[in-house]
């Protein structure tokens, strides 16, 4: 037996745009209810939508991120329906006309990168929320013209792997071009699931299911999975069922059934006759264009091209903007551009929390550089240089005054040095014995003795040198 | 001198001499709104200390000889359907009878700006449904030219306000006629403006792509006064434009406007059933054009013949969308009655506060939005109104402006029971307007027995040709 798994994703994201939708009432997540509202979002009567350009400016940039035709006329329509926290009775949004169609997104697979289509991407604005309690229900009205866009996948992926490929690959776009903060756990980035199972062999197919509001890469990862083998298990069973809305449960690992759809919900949509269509044109979309960031497969091809890095540095290196940016900046200024990598993989890395959404490092990239060129120029050796660095993150000092202060300047000097191999080499008699009877591990012994001597500034290739001449001439 | 008596470009020139003084005068009014308010029902809220205290205000200002808007010390009165701030805003509704409203609409403040008074919220047809002014939740307008009969609607109570002297100016809505039709009724003039000429924010919708802000005035000059302090793009309202036609000069005393002027009227009208009243006073008018210098034509005026049908499936769609606001969640009447779930809430509110024609309109418009009856009524409606614009498209072309009565009929007792399709036969000549999005004015013909309302029809941003021809038309009448 054979399956094709059909998986399509429709993901609504929240565009981090300063104010709402169609109001002027700030757009941020949480606080106090009911104290971010306006006649506009409590649909007072008398009070009208007034589309905020820069929703449409952030929707334009991820419609461009995401490879799509953007439509130059699109137009907004209304969505009838009753529910407590839907203050018109209607949510505006986009039907027929949406703002752009036919994108993709590439993501890795096992087998290579493949396309992801994408049908459409779509404006529209949240509606507000119901807090539950024992006897009585709140609505917190805040979220109520918070500007969405909907992402509508083609059914194109084939597991749980590539569904949360798919997921991850759009989330770290539109944070890239900084359009959202895409969190999943604030409602920023939510994600429905729909999944079936085609019989290959004999063609038949299962009915669609929806899985609802997942909200961890995981759970999409997992509920795909979980309903592929209860499709199989269906078709294997000869059993059919009705389109069916489902939830994940997290705790047992699998998905509940909701409800089941008997007929499609009738919205009675209608244009929205108080917002003009938008228009726009070929100028005003390569405006928002030559806004738009290095997407980071771009970015990532071209920092393995310039700069000659590994496939897996540069991935680590363009997982966020400021990352990316830091190590540009330095490497302008230094043109050992795999010691940079080298760095701040390690050294860098290491001690910075959160690379992902905030990397920061509390010293300028010229000071990082300053440093680079003391290693580089042997100044001062590696394990010094690591130890300015460590300062540089505890103290905020400027390396040379770190330098300075703990005399870290390497000894390049044969009198200097000289002086402490001797000193070693008189102490040491057996280990002398042992390097002459061929055992070479004792001369790694000796150096670490001069480099302690000389509190790890002595020049440990000159250490070598002169300890290899000293013993040829006993 | 009965200060109630005198146009609002009356009342200026009296203030910049000091004839009387703006406190007088909008005394004047309360006193006449006090006295026959019992009567007429014009008013659903009257501002009295609001407005007295304004009118203390502006004679301030023009003591200090400090400049004034342009209609400093008129009084005039608000649809009750308009925001104005910390003021009832009931819309003639149960559902809204206490409903205050938080903020003013931008021709609110547009008109406080200008230095008018505002005496209150004058009556209407609930949620603007309606063309007699009886389904107001707050009882029916009376028509101060014979309390017997209607004033029309939906605007009724500004127009009755205007024409019985409770104020010297209104401001009325009109989404199929609503300000002409009942200016026809009570021998006045009443406008509507290009669509989106003034702005709607702070105004209940009842379908809004057909609704429109209107003045009502004694004469042409006063309803053109209102218009020019109301119009102008509003950045609250994405809809709304400049439309600079507006503010065109008009010389009211001399300006010979009708001579070669070329004026249509559509066929389909010649061969309508008019009251013979009506009919006369069209047949006066053609000649009364025609006498002044005027081109009168008989035209094709394609899909004409639609406009009632299309207009109340595209109408009715738009309120059954814009009436589900009123859920009885933030604002409104809650039911008293038990309930246990939201839906019921909702239900048992709105079927407690929403009146019969309201009811019966959100019902029409539902169905017609629902999936199966969508594509045969919805979008082919939608098709025909594009036809219908492109047949005015076309007269334009070649025409200034069309002429018909306001209405088919004179106005009807209060107590007859005309079905509602006849009520509804009585916007016929003023929905192409709104359809279409034109200006379009009723100047009152005279000359009859009962004023008639003639309708002038202009092209989309040519309000002017509207207030030009009705000023030289009004003038000859006299
Ligand atoms: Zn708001």
Redesign the interface.
Known sequence: MSYKTIVGLEIHVELSTVTKAFCSCENTFGGEPNTRVC?VC??????????NENVLNYTLMAALALNCTINKESKFD?K?Y?Y?DL????QITQNDRPIAVEGHLTIDTDNGPKDIGIYQIQMEEDTGKSLHGDNE?L?D?NRCGVPLIEIVSKPDMASGKEGRAFLENLRNTLKFIGVSDVKMEEGSLRCDVNVNVKDELTGKKTAVTEVKNLNSFRAVEKAIDFEVARHIALLENGEDELRTTRRWDDVNGQTVLMRVKYT?A?Y????E????PVVIDDAYIETIRAQLPELPADKKARFISAYNLSEYDAAVLTSSVQLAEFFESVAAKFDDANMVSNWIMTEVLRRVEDTEDNFEVPFEADDFVELLNFVKSGKINNNAGKKVLREMFESKAKPADIIEDKGLLQVSDDSAIGVWVDEVLKDNPQSIEDIKGGKDRAMGFLVGQVMKKSKGKANPGLVNKLLQEKIQKM | MDLTHLKAHELIKGYENRDFTCTEVTQAYLDVIKAKEQDINAYITVTDNLALSRAQYVDSMYENREEQGLLAGVPLAIKDNVAVKDVKMTAASKILENFIAPYNSTLTEKVNEAGAIILGKANMDEFAMGATTRSSYFGATKNPLDPKLIPGGSSGGSAAAVSGFEACLAVGTDTGGSTRQPAGFNGIVGFKPTYGSVSRFGIASMANTFDTVGSFGRDVEDAHLLMQVMAGRDMKDATSIDNPSLTKPIDFENGAYLKDIKVAVPKVYLNMELDSVVKSAFDSTIALLKDAGATVDVVDLENLEYTIQVYHILVNSEIASNMSRFDSLRYGHRTQRPYSSYEEMFKFSRSEGFGDEVKKRIMVGTHILSLDAKSNYYQKALQVRTLIKKGFDDVFKNYDLILSPSAPILPIPLDSTMSDVEIYQSDLFTIPANMAGCPSISVPYTGGSFPVGMLLTADRLRDDMCFKAASEMERRLK
Request: proline share 16%; net charge positive.
């Open positions: 006649p409590l649909a007072l009567p008398g009070a009208m939508p007034v589309l209304r009838n009753f407590p203050t018109k009775g209607f229900t609505i009205y499609q009738d009675r949509f209608q244009p006759g108080d917002l003009v």
